[in-house]
């Protein structure tokens, strides 16, 4: 590994956490697994999972839903989309997360176990997405959720895919000749360390070859699973698969970017803020000194606690406002 300036903290880590190796995609798949840690159930949150309908021909849709327990107020929710560079990762490995965050936010979390490619290849994981974000709104009711108040989260590819969303949703309103669909708009998209650009031609692509968690030659295989072979960084390709590519942003909802320093996708994170900003969009953007890919899911440092506090600040005034309520 080349000589990174990492965190104090993060520098022992950084040697644990090696870059997937996409070519043999079955072990990839299983070490994400064996990394994952049991869960306990948690005191004060309640999940119950739910099958939503694809369409005729389609297995179910997965879906988690965690809420405080003990609360049946009308709270905000929060649409969560798991990492995994679009081939690997499922709801449980955000699990233990995805329970703390409905703790601590006060809020309905609804997490997706979108198609992964390569079975799967695009638009599946967006079509998926598009589908919780629907089923959401419609069972607002009964899962007793704000759905003037739902925000968008991911990290890495799941960061990506709420980028995706977002931008599909503002589509979805935009057709029938201006007439405004049933959808609601997402308040707010979280965006940690996303993966927005499929050409990998950005300099911190190019530089971080052999960086912890993930590595220009990982992005390069995930994309080429999720797009097809030889399609990334042709003509061909979405704004909807890769949002790097979109030229239209305006009417996207405000946005919270976090970037790692030693990240393959910094680059394209901070790209995608500076283009939001240019669109009108209120962005905020974050680039973490000293981290790698998912440094702060993964390791107990000083800027870890000080990344995923910003997190939870975030996404509480995303959620409740800045009062102070929920």
């Known amino acids: 590994m080349m000589g990174y300036r990492f965190d104090p903290e993060l520098v022992d880590a950084a040697g644990q956490f090696p870059a997937p190796d996409l070519t043999d995609l079955a072990s990839a798949r299983f070490s994400s697994v064996q990394r994952a840690k049991p869960v306990e159930p948690h005191p004060f949150v309640r999940d119950e999972e739910f099958g939503l309908d694809r369409g005729a021909g389609c297995s179910a849709l997965r879906a988690r839903v965690y809420r405080p327990r003990d609360n049946d107020e009308l709270m905000p929710a929060l649409l969560h989309l798991h990492s995994g560079g679009y081939v690997m990762g499922s709801i449980d490995a955000t699990h233990a997360r995805n329970q703390r965050l409905s703790y601590e936010l006060g809020a309905v979390v609804v ?72 959808l609601p708009e997402p308040c707010f998209q979280y965006l940690a360390a996303p993966q927005l650009d499929d050409t990998t031609s950005t300099a911190s692509m190019r530089l971080f070859v052999d960086t912890p968690m993930w590595s220009q030659s990982a992005a390069e295989a995930s994309w080429a699973y999720y797009l097809g072979p030889g399609v990334p960084g042709t003509a061909d390709v979405s704004e909807y698969a890769a949002p790097a590519r979109a030229t ?79």
């Open 111 to 182: 997490a997706v176990d979108y198609r992964l490619a390569p079975e799967h290849p695009y638009p599946a994981a967006l079509d998926d997405a598009v589908a919780a974000f629907t089923w959401l709104v419609a069972e607002s009711e009964c899962l007793r959720v704000d759905q003037s108040r739902i925000v968008l989260h991911g990290r890495s590819a799941g960061g990506g895919l709420a980028a995706s969303l977002a931008l599909k949703l503002r589509d979805l309103r935009r057709e029938d000749d201006g007439q405004v669909r049933s």
């Open 248 to 326: 239209d942003l305006a009417g996207l909802p405000p946005a919270y970017i976090a970037a790692m320093e030693f990240d393959p996708m910094r680059d394209e994170a901070l790209n995608y803020s500076r283009a939001l900003a240019a669109a009108g969009v209120q962005v905020e953007a974050h680039l973490f000194p000293g981290t790698f890919h998912c440094s702060a899911v993964l390791v107990d440092a000083a800027v870890s606690r000080r990344e995923l506090d910003e997190e939870r600040a975030v996404l509480h005034a995303a959620l409740w406002g800045h009062s102070g309520n929920g």
